[in-house]
């Protein structure tokens, strides 16, 4: 609200009554400029609009290419040569192109009346000419692109030649093409605006040649625009919302509509948008929300990362800063280790006997984290909810004592960040390994025991401030050697929400999941819940 009353300030005066008109408004608003049949050449020109579009996206992006393959690593005066280089094609052409072109006489200007009372402030230009008469290539040529919008948009008839209209519209696109992407700033949206309005003026004067002089150039010009900026840009609902705002002509929204989706779905069938393939070419990571059809067939087994790190649920201080210290990653999935019965063995044991092998085969050469872990296994038993699915599916089938042989898991418990563990390490939060909680609490026991500080001197809001800030080097941090020998218990801290699937789940599945969510770690594991890789961002690229 308070920039139109600031844009009409600035465009009326400080006057009694203020009118909202468009920026580049025809003047038009109580009149309708097309008929139904018309409609079929709209189409047309969203066709050729989205073919130009596509053409212009597949030579920009070549080009682009070339330049980020040759100027990397260069000296910076080369760009500017080449900036140098385009200005003189430019000036050549600004200049040499009009003196090629005949003057034309002012009198065969055909004006129209307009229902609107603001002043035409657009003129044409008369370059070398006599008296009365001006040249039209020129007229497009040395003028600012807010007066070269208002003649192509203009009402008035025979203004300009079907010669200067081809040439100025391929001409600019021309330079468009080659000046997008240079060594300093410039933009597209307007310069197509140009190009889209010349060639959909030449289309109407076309038309009104030879069907029907009751056409109206104007309105061509305007969806000559709408359609070349869908074909190239990809703009939708907001390239309508703009051009109705800039013109006033909401009478116009229809054949916007229209010129604009077929525009857009014509140059989809041959690339993307010049805006997608700048990113490739500068390897930016943007994701597209819809994944390729030729990924349909894949598992995210086929595309995950496998140089997963994982961290037991309790761990060593030194093992830590070594993980932290050798890699970049952002999450590391917490595992238990647990030893579970062999699924080929035929006869599976009771929970009594098993429960008993269990820890007769856990103090047999087993480290203190592996022993703990153990005990958790072992208790499970007793209750069929906290029980792993294979634990519950053996206290279940029980019935024999028959020996079995035993195999050692690591089942996913949850996820921890790479920050949790900096701002961890950095509150000294490790224990000796006396005091780490026994394995049978739940997990709503320990964040309870950890938000009353029974464990842990950190309470939850001063844990997230630390994760707020900047947190510090892990190259940066010293600990004492004592230190490096205690525990840190990741179990009050870990995400054991975390999002998983199957390494045999839908890759395309899993991209819409990962998108639609929001997500940034997806955790691929196996049938016995095992982490066997991750899927990120850049997997899914």
């Known amino acids: 609200m308070v920039s139109t009353f600031t844009a009409n300030l600035f465009l009326q005066g400080f006057q009694l009554q203020i009118r909202d008109y468009g920026v580049l408004t025809f003047g038009l608003a109580q009149q309708s400029l097309y008929t139904y049949t018309e409609l079929l050449p709209f189409v047309v020109m969203g066709v050729v609009g989205g073919l130009i579009g596509a053409l212009f996206s597949h030579f920009n992006t070549k080009l ?85 919008l208002r003649l192509l948009y203009s009402r008035n008839k025979n203004v300009f ?9 391929s001409l600019y696109l021309f330079l468009l093409t080659i000046t997008s992407g240079v060594y300093i700033a410039s933009g597209t949206f307007v310069p197509f605006m140009l190009v889209g309005a010349s060639f959909g003026r030449l289309c109407g004067s076309i038309l009104e040649r030879y069907f029907s002089d009751t ?92 140089d997963i790190v994982t961290l037991p649920e309790i761990v ?39 429960s008993s092998s269990l820890d007769s085969h856990a103090t047999e050469g087993a480290s203190a984290d592996e022993e703990a872990n153990h005990h958790y296994a072992r208790n499970s038993l007793n209750s069929d909810i906290d029980a ?68 842990y001197a950190v309470s939850h809001p001063d844990f997230t401030s630390d994760l707020s800030r900047k947190l510090p080097n892990i190259q940066d941090m010293v600990f004492y050697p004592e230190e490096l020998d205690q525990y840190l218990d990741l179990r009050p801290f870990l995400n054991i929400s975390v999002v998983t699937v199957k390494d045999s789940f839908s890759y395309v599945e899993a991209h819409k999941m990962f998108c639609g969510l929001g997500l940034r770690h997806i955790v691929v594991v196996n049938i016995f819940n095992e982490p066997v890789g991750i899927l990120t961002r850049k997997d899914f690229l």
């Not at 020129?138 to 600012?144: D, E, G, N, R």
């Not at 030649?161 to 519209?169: A, N, T």
């Open 316 to 354: 060593q201080v030194r093992e830590v800063i070594r993980v932290l210290q050798e890699n970049n990653h952002n999450g590391f999935p917490a595992i238990k280790t647990v030893t579970l019965s062999n699924p080929s063995t035929p006869n599976i044991p009771s929970s009594r006997s098993f």
């Open 161 to 169: 030649s079907w010669v200067s209209l081809l040439l100025f519209g």
């Open 388 to 455: 792993p699915l294979p634990l519950r599916a053996m206290k279940s089938h029980a019935g024999s004592d028959a020996d079995c042989t035993f195999d050692r898991h690591k089942l996913m418990s949850g996820l921890i960040l790479r920050s949790q563990l900096i701002v961890m390490l950095k509150r000294r939060l490790m224990v000796d390994r006396d005091r780490i909680l026994p394995d049978n609490m739940t997990t709503e026991d320990l964040v309870a025991r950890n938000e009353n500080n029974e464990t």
């Open 215 to 306: 056409i109206d150039n104007s309105i061509y010009a305007l969806i000559g625009s709408a359609a070349m900026m869908a074909g190239s840009l990809r703009l939708t609902i907001s390239l309508v919302v703009i051009l109705v705002e800039l013109t006033e002509g909401t009478q116009y929204l229809l054949p916007i509509i229209l010129a604009v989706m077929v525009g857009k779905w014509t140059a989809d069938l041959f690339n993307d948008s010049v805006y997608e393939h700048l990113m490739e070419v500068k390897h930016i990571p943007f994701l597209n929300d819809k994944p390729s059809s030729k990924l349909t067939a894949l598992s995210v087994k086929q595309r995950m990362g496998r």
């Open 64 to 148: 682009n290419l070339w330049r980020s393959q040759y100027f990397v690593d260069k000296r910076k005066w080369l760009r500017l040569a080449e900036i140098a280089i385009i200005v003189v094609i430019t000036t050549v052409i600004s200049f040499g192109i009009p003196f090629l072109l005949p003057c034309r006489n002012e009198d065969d200007i055909m004006t129209r009346p307009s229902t609107c009372d603001i002043e035409d402030v657009a003129g044409v230009e008369r370059f070398y000419c006599p008296e009365g008469y001006y040249n039209d290539m020129a007229s497009l040529m040395f003028t600012s692109p807010d007066k070269a």
